[in-house]
């Protein structure tokens, strides 16, 4: 068992809050939505690389930053 193994569900948990946060402000984009969507999508998609990367998980912190 890895060191942040005992994390995983916590880390699936707030990563899946997130992702659905980050779909929701891409959605408000295409519909027009303007800065708040924006700023909501960024912010999850920075919180989902910083979350990932702690947790050792490379490749989806890279995917998150692009």
Request: avoid cysteine.
């Amino acid at each position: 068992m890895g060191e942040f193994d005992r994390y995983l569900d916590l880390y699936l948990a707030e990563a899946q809050e997130h992702l659905a946060t980050l779909n929701q402000g891409l959605l408000e984009l295409e519909s027009g939505g303007g800065g708040e969507a924006l700023d909501a999508a960024f912010r999850a998609a920075h919180t989902v690389k910083g979350m990932a990367a702690m947790m050792g998980h490379d490749t989806v912190a890279a995917v998150a930053h692009r």
